[in-house]
Structure formats: C-alpha cells, structure tokens
C-alpha cells in the first residue's frame, strides 16, 4: 500500500497531470501602453489632480514578425507577434493564447523552422516560463539577440523536451 501511494505521489508531484484541468488566464496590455496605464494621476497642493501625459518617442512600436500558432504535443491556438519598443528593445507578445497547462512550459524562440516535429525545437532562446495558458502575454527579449536567426516562437515543456504549439516569425 505504501508503494501505491509512493508512486502516485511522484506522478502527481512530477507530470502533473492536474494542470492539465486548471486554466490560468493573463491578460497583459502591451508593454508602452503599461507604463503610461502605470502612471497615475497625482494631485496638486491645491486638490486639483494631475494628469500624466504621454511620452514623446523617437519612433512608435514596430512589429517585426507576426504568426499563427499551430498546435504540436497540444492543442495550441493564437498569434505570436515579435515587437521592437520605441526604446529599442524587443519583446514577443502572445495574443489570444488557448493552450494546455503544464509543468515547466516556457516561450522560446528557435531557429528551427515552424514546420519540425514536436520534439525539434531543443535549441532555443528561453524568453521565461508561461505566465498563463489562456491570454495575452508580453516576454521580453535579451538585449543583443540577433532576431533574424529565429524562426519560431515555442510553446517549449522543458520537463519532457516537447513543445505544446509552434508560430514562424520568418
């Protein structure tokens, strides 16, 4: 009896087939929008309140690549967008993401081609672990990636070296 409740114990804790029935939705305006949604009104001596205002940029946001997800290991809806800030940094956005839960799922990007098998998109740059499975998501890009080397946003489970949906960003 003990053993049972060994093993089923490390199947709970390691595959956590439970996640597979637990939605976590996030829902992230994109990244210049936050920081002036951020900014609240703050009031003068006299009570009146002050608006921020915007911030003047050099240039606005640009998206540099754009794809739809296909599902892999599961079904995986939505669209991955690669977007260069008006400060030059890059982040990868996930609109309206409709995946599985699992454990240890992180965004990648991949120069392998989204057109691989499921299991074939092990050389990858790890953008974070997936903040929900359901949603939209911002995940920012270390500084100095060379972009035009990547083809592919992934839905990536680490634990079991598979990804879940795959977007072509070439």
Not at 28 to 43: D, G, K, M, R, Y
Not at 103 to 123: E, F, I, K, N, Q
Not at 130 to 146: E, I, W
Request: charged share 15%; glycine share 8%.
């Amino acid at each position: 009896m003990l053993a049972v409740a060994a093993v089923v114990a490390f199947v709970l804790v390691y595959f956590q087939p439970q996640a597979l029935f637990i939605n976590h939705t996030v829902d992230e305006p994109l990244p210049a929008a936050a920081a002036l949604a951020s900014a609240s009104p703050s009031a003068t001596p006299s009570g009146n309140a002050v608006v921020p205002q915007p911030v003047a940029t050099t240039r606005p946001e640009q998206t540099l690549a754009r794809g739809e997800f296909r599902s892999l290991e599961h079904h995986t809806t939505g669209v991955a967008l690669v977007i260069r800030l008006a400060d030059g940094s890059a982040v990868v956005r996930i609109e309206n993401l409709d995946t599985s839960n699992g454990p240890d799922v992180h965004v990648t990007l991949s120069p392998t081609p989204s057109t691989a098998g499921d299991r074939d998109y092990g050389d990858y740059v790890d953008l974070g672990s997936l903040k929900g499975n359901r949603g939209n998501q911002n995940y920012s890009v270390p500084a100095g990636t060379d972009l035009s080397r990547y083809r592919s946003v992934v839905i990536w489970c680490k634990r079991f070296t598979v990804g879940f949906g795959v977007a072509p960003i070439a």
